[in-house]
């Protein structure tokens, strides 16, 4: 087989198993209450099922990069395949809910390092001038599958009643993977002599699952007193002191010629660490727009069943912005496409802040943030992080990007949560001090929980002008809550676009003093 249809067999088989893993954990969302009443557990337990996926996938993405990097990517791939096939057939077969969180588990080990190997293999084969259109496509895709995986979750439900079946559909899709990558897919890294780095492999993945578990535990209602409680600051604490020995010892490592998990010289990079700092604020970014959908029903009053509408042109939108980030980033270079984006996602944001009202300004809006969004997820950020580091390190600096995505997409969220808990605990004084008395029942809505039950409470109401009256209320009062997290997102966008104006300008600088110092 010609080098160029091997090529063409890698990028296919690669953007099907990233869109497989994306939507994985995004599909759980639709049957999260089947499957605790299934295994009969409280929602704060069953909640796990997602938490330990995530959490699975912030342990893999760094170490799957470094080992994809040293033993081959093509052996890795393959080898993430499998596991991930076999933990969704272990999640299917699960007999009790502790089973589940295992093969959840392996699950996530399994698909995290996915997306890593591609974007390597892509910076590490094709020609700069054709990366980014190819990064843009599989970025395309990753982010498509987070946003549409719940209503592709929602149908799979609906058409077969069982949960089971969520995770069953991805047994033949990682069959046909395995295979076709074993017969079509070349390898491009040949085997490292070097040692895996076991204390730093193991101090790494310790100091992810402190640090991300303290996040976890997070309560939004309460988010100030809940840091200091002993399950949140020990752990985030224990975290990053694992972080700082970690550190250490791989610089150290790295002095006596050895072989990191994360070189030091790598995380010493001044651009390379301006890189991570856009992948947590992109990470914040791709956090707002999950609350997106909540927006569409508790502020602009949408039915469920018709919010799916209103979202399909912000996914479509994302991928969009991918492709075009893509082909933007082969065009003008990867910082000046991060600018662009910077600039689409304060506009979109800064829309949902002043004038979204109705579905024709709520498309504008969405559009842009989506056009953002897929330009962030895309190849700049790739891009970028690949110009930081030299090729045989690419896999690492790959996968070190996802982990600081991953962890402000664990940290935002919960800040966005407090500021929706806000709204909800408002919705009472609000009502009273428009009508006095007690017009519905708030039993049983404690910490800015239940907003569901208050809207079930309002529907009760026999009057319908009272009834539109107290929604119109309530509508106002959650986006209290909305605004202020569109004004952090805003702030997010300007951040990113002073981040990436000074990597321009210091760019530039290093351009013109080599050439001065040629003449």
Excluded: C
Aim: net charge positive; proline share 3%; glycine share 10%.
């Amino acid at each position: 087989m010609s080098n160029k249809k091997s090529q063409k067999w890698t990028i296919l088989l690669l953007t099907i198993a990233v869109f497989m893993a994306g939507l994985d954990n995004g599909i759980i969302s639709a049957a999260l209450t089947t499957i605790y009443n299934s295994f009969n557990v409280s929602p704060t337990w069953g909640a796990w099922s997602v938490t330990i996926y995530t959490l699975g996938v912030a342990i893999a993405v760094p170490i799957i990069g470094k080992l994809s990097d040293n033993y081959g990517r093509k052996k890795v791939f393959i080898i993430e395949i499998l596991l991930f096939g076999v933990g969704s057939l272990l999640v299917a077969l699960s007999p009790n809910f502790t089973f589940l969180l295992i093969a959840r588990f392996i699950q996530a080990i399994g698909g995290g390092g996915l997306f890593i190997i591609a974007t390597s293999h892509v910076l590490a084969t094709l020609p700069k001038k054709q990366q980014g259109k190819i990064l843009g496509m599989i970025g395309g895709m990753h982010g498509l599958s987070a946003v549409v995986g719940p209503n592709i979750g929602a149908v799979i439900l609906h058409i077969t009643g069982a949960w089971q079946w969520l995770f069953l559909i991805n047994i033949p899709i990682a069959i046909f993977i395995f295979i076709a990558a074993i017969f079509y897919m070349q390898e491009t890294k040949q085997p490292t002599t070097h040692v895996l780095d076991l204390k730093g492999a193991i101090l790494l993945t310790l100091a992810i699952i402190a640090m991300m578990y303290g996040i976890t535990n997070i309560n939004s209602n309460q988010l100030a007193s809940s840091i200091l409680q002993v399950t949140v600051f020990p752990y985030i604490l224990a975290g990053i002191l694992l972080i700082i020995y970690f550190f250490q010892h791989e610089k150290k490592l790295e002095h006596a010629g050895g072989d990191p998990i994360i070189a030091y010289s790598i995380i010493n990079n001044r651009k390379f660490q301006l890189t991570l700092l856009l992948g947590f604020l992109a990470g914040g970014f791709l956090a707002t727009i999950v609350f997106i959908p909540s927006y569409v029903q508790q502020v602009l009053q949408v039915p469920a069943e018709s919010a799916g509408f209103w979202l399909t042109p912000l996914a479509l939108a994302a991928g969009v912005g991918s492709g075009l980030g893509g082909f933007l980033t082969d065009k003008i270079g990867s910082v000046r496409t991060i600018m662009i984006a910077g600039v689409i996602g304060w506009t979109g944001f800064f829309m949902f802040y002043t004038v979204v009202q109705n579905f024709p300004t709520f498309l504008i809006a969405s559009s842009l943030a989506g056009i953002g969004l897929g330009f962030l997820i895309g190849a700049p950020l790739n891009v970028l992080a690949g110009e930081s580091t030299q090729k045989n390190q690419y896999g690492t600096s790959i996968g070190t990007l996802s982990l600081s995505r991953q962890i402000g997409m664990t940290i935002f969220p919960t800040i966005f949560g407090s500021f929706i808990t806000t709204g909800v605990i408002k919705i009472e004084p609000a009502f009273q001090a428009v009508f006095g008395d007690k017009i519905i029942s708030f039993d049983g809505v404690e910490d800015g929980e239940g907003y569901g039950q208050i809207i079930a409470e309002i529907e009760k109401v026999e009057d319908p002008y009272l009834q539109n009256q107290l929604l119109e209320i309530t509508a106002n009062v959650m986006n209290s809550g909305f605004q202020q997290m569109f004004i952090l997102a805003m702030g997010i966008s300007i951040i990113v676009l002073f981040i990436t104006i000074f990597i321009q300008v210091k760019q530039k600088s290093l351009t013109i003093k080599n050439r001065i110092s040629k003449k």
